[in-house]
């Protein structure tokens, strides 16, 4: 078969279902010399990359899949790199060390941090286990009932005295807090009223 008859077939083999390899196999072609006819057409447009196979990340490499005659290329999905995961993964640490006083909860690392609720609640306990975080207080819920634990570096390496999860408040002791926060929302509304009230009189 002459060069000129490879190359035919090559060109009736590029319809946008075979990888350069298998079109190449099949038209008795180097690869090589495929690939090297294949980036030429596609430089000067006369084919275009018509699908990507495989995904940027999962540890293979994306294969383009020519078609013959003009077109436009569809985008091979955007990989990134190690050093970029590390360098987004270093800048969360970072973040959340800077708050990691004893003073911060679950949902405080979620809204200042930018992690989802899951993601932070897993490194969180990850990072307890391991004993580089304690546990330095609770903070109680709206009703008492669930504490969140506060979160703080554990320096020095030694085991942490961790304070231990207060128990649930009784009836009595929720309804008492439930009346004074009642109690305290009516006194601020009836001096925002009386606020209102004196500014349009000014």
């Given at each position: 078969?002459?060069?000129?008859?490879?190359?035919?077939?090559?060109?009736?083999?590029?319809?946008?279902?075979?990888?350069?390899?298998?079109?190449?196999?099949?038209?008795?072609?180097?690869?090589?010399?495929?690939?090297?006819?294949?980036?030429?057409?596609?430089?000067?447009?006369?084919?275009?990359?018509?699908?990507?196979?495989?995904?940027?990340?999962?540890?293979?490499?994306?294969?383009?899949?020519?078609?013959?005659?003009?077109?436009?290329?569809?985008?091979?999905?955007?990989?990134?790199?190690?050093?970029?995961?590390?360098?987004?993964?270093?800048?969360?640490?970072?973040?959340?060390?800077?708050?990691?006083?004893?003073?911060?909860?679950?949902?405080?690392?979620?809204?200042?941090?930018?992690l989802e609720p899951r993601p932070m609640r897993e490194l969180l306990k990850q990072l307890h286990e391991s004993g580089a975080i304690r546990i330095a207080g609770w903070e109680e819920g709206y009703t008492?009932?669930?504490?969140?634990?506060?979160?703080?570096?554990?320096?020095?390496?030694?085991?942490?005295?961790?304070?231990?999860?207060?128990?649930?408040?009784?009836?009595?002791?929720?309804?008492?807090?439930?009346?004074?926060?009642?109690?305290?929302?009516?006194?601020?509304?009836?001096?925002?009223?009386?606020?209102?009230?004196?500014?349009?009189?000014?």
């Amino acid at each position: 078969m002459s060069k000129a008859q490879q190359i035919g077939r090559l060109i009736r083999l590029l319809d946008g279902t075979r990888t350069l390899t298998e079109a190449a196999a099949k038209s008795g072609l180097h690869p090589q010399t495929a690939l090297c006819y294949v980036r030429t057409w596609h430089r000067l447009g006369a084919c275009h990359v018509s699908k990507v196979q495989g995904r940027a990340g999962d540890g293979r490499k994306t294969v383009l899949i020519y078609k013959i005659g003009p077109g436009k290329d569809v985008r091979p999905p955007y990989k990134v790199s190690a050093k970029q995961r590390n360098w987004v993964r270093a800048v969360t640490f970072a973040m959340l060390i800077k708050r990691l006083d004893g003073l911060h909860t679950l949902d405080d690392f979620v809204e200042e941090v930018g992690l989802e609720p899951r993601p932070m609640r897993e490194l969180l306990k990850q990072l307890h286990e391991s004993g580089a975080i304690r546990i330095a207080g609770w903070e109680e819920g709206y009703t008492g009932i669930k504490a969140r634990p506060m979160y703080a570096l554990n320096r020095g390496g030694r085991p942490a005295n961790e304070p231990a999860r207060p128990g649930a408040k009784s009836n009595a002791e929720r309804l008492r807090e439930r009346r004074q926060l009642r109690k305290a929302a009516a006194i601020n509304s009836l001096f925002a009223g009386n606020a209102e009230h004196f500014r349009e009189a000014a």
